[in-house]
């Protein structure tokens, strides 16, 4: 971690920002089109929504059809939705090409250092963390049940823990943070890089 990133985290702290803003660096993320994004500035939109994946997940990957369309229907709720590799590999141009391929169009960030990982407590893929405005995460886990075990898929979901998360937190419906079990890929732990 950066010195400057320390500092500014520190400085945050100190100021009394909530963790949301503690955890966004100052010029906040670059997406893999080169779009300044700021999913930890939570507080213009109803809801925030961060969705974990592995690029090589046969799990994760066969919910992208499902991740694309909770962006599509939720953008105009005033939700943002954002898919995060957690590869610390992963290059720009592979990502461009796994987006191309199943079919992504919301944005898209690489967690080469897991920050987003670790503030949000991710540890599986797929996995989906739901932030309210003022950046406090009011629900992590699937994003339905269609997986009901490594190897084995329901044809259709019969929870749909993140549409319902959502749909309850733009009714105004007074929630307690929950989690859910993910069946899928665990994050990759970070090489043990030497600068």
Not at 35 to 44: E, H, I, K
Not at 152 to 159: G, I, M, S
Request: aromatic residues 6%; glycine residues 6%.
């Amino acid at each position: 971690m950066s010195r400057l990133l320390i500092k500014l985290l520190a400085l945050a702290l100190l100021l009394g920002a909530g963790p949301a803003q503690a955890a966004e660096p100052a010029a906040g993320w670059k997406d893999i089109n080169g779009v300044v994004q700021r999913p930890l500035s939570t507080a213009d939109h109803r809801a925030t929504v961060l969705i974990f994946v592995w690029h090589t997940c046969p799990v994760a990957n066969s919910y992208a059809p499902e991740i694309e369309r909770i962006f599509r229907e939720y953008r105009e709720k005033g939700v943002a939705v954002y898919l995060v590799h957690v590869d610390p590999d992963l290059k720009e141009e592979r990502a461009k090409r796994h987006a191309a391929d199943y079919g992504y169009t919301l944005p898209i960030l690489i967690d080469h250092q897991h920050a987003l990982v670790k503030h949000t407590g991710a540890s599986m893929t797929p996995e989906a963390v739901v932030l309210l405005p003022d950046g406090s995460r009011i629900y992590n886990g699937r994003i339905d049940n269609r997986q009901a075990a490594l190897g084995k898929r329901r044809p259709k979901a019969t929870e749909t823990d993140l549409r319902d998360t959502l749909d309850a937190v733009l009714a105004g419906r007074k929630l307690e943070p929950r989690s859910t079990e993910v069946i899928g890929c665990y994050v990759p732990e970070l090489p043990d890089r030497k600068d």
